[in-house]
């Protein structure tokens, strides 16, 4: 069976532009998580999705990064006016239900120049 | 201090020995612990997941948690150059709650020398 899938594997942009990432969740999956991978911070949290309910945005750095899930399926996360601090990995991972086995995609590279 | 703390490395091994990884957390509400592997420029795969305290195997990696001591520490037997990796711990507190959110250390960058 086919995994999580993020897209673009990598991205380049001008600092100031707006980007969006996409997540494909495992089929079956109805918890969705997105994380940041740094240079010397690890893995953070950004945002969890479950079903229907209101999602997590606790983990979001600040008001230029949003996200989105469509029908319970893919989700998007979008950072306006980028920053060269947003420079990193951003890893989408999915799971059954809120336990925590969570699955990763390959994540989107993304460096802002 | 971090909730979760992770030696780094690099640590580089012969290609048989034994590898032991671990970490130490500050947090008692954490009841679920996992370990990543994470190639380079890939995506953590999820390699164990135990609940609590004690151990548990699978072919030749076991994990171990001693929430009394607040460590918890992954086993590699008999280690292949494909076990290069970085290795992630990750743990989660129990239920209710976030629950969902893991918190991660920062890898222990791993080389197994053929």
């Known amino acids: 069976g086919a995994g999580v899938s993020q897209s673009p594997s990598n991205k380049v942009t001008e600092k100031g532009k707006d980007v969006e990432l996409r997540c494909d969740p495992i089929s079956g999956h109805t918890a969705l998580y997105w994380y940041r991978q740094s240079l010397g911070q690890g893995l953070e949290f950004l945002i969890y999705f479950q079903g229907n309910s209101a999602p997590d945005k606790s983990g979001l750095p600040s008001d230029r990064f949003s996200a989105e899930r469509t029908g319970g399926s893919v989700s998007t996360l979008t950072i306006q006016r980028t920053q060269q601090e947003d420079s990193a990995v951003y890893l989408c991972?999915?799971?059954?239900?809120?336990?925590?086995?969570?699955?990763f995609g390959p994540g989107t590279r993304l460096t802002v120049l | 201090q971090k909730e979760v703390e992770q030696d780094p490395g690099p640590l580089s091994v012969p290609e048989g020995a034994i590898v032991s990884l671990n970490c130490t957390y500050s947090n008692s509400a954490f009841q679920y612990f996992m370990w990543y592997r994470q190639y380079s420029r890939k995506g953590p795969e999820l390699l164990m997941y135990t609940y609590s305290s004690g151990n548990k195997e699978d072919g030749r990696f076991t994990a171990q948690v001693d929430k009394s001591s607040k460590y918890i520490s992954l086993f590699i037997r008999d280690s292949q150059p494909s076990d290069s990796a970085t290795y992630l711990c990750?743990?989660?507190?129990?239920?209710?709650?976030?629950?969902?959110?893991?918190?991660f250390g920062k890898g222990t960058l791993l080389t197994v020398n053929p």
């Open positions: 991972a999915s799971s059954f239900d809120r336990a925590n086995r969570q699955f």
């Open positions: 990750a743990m989660s507190a129990g239920s209710g709650g976030s629950n969902y959110k893991l918190t």
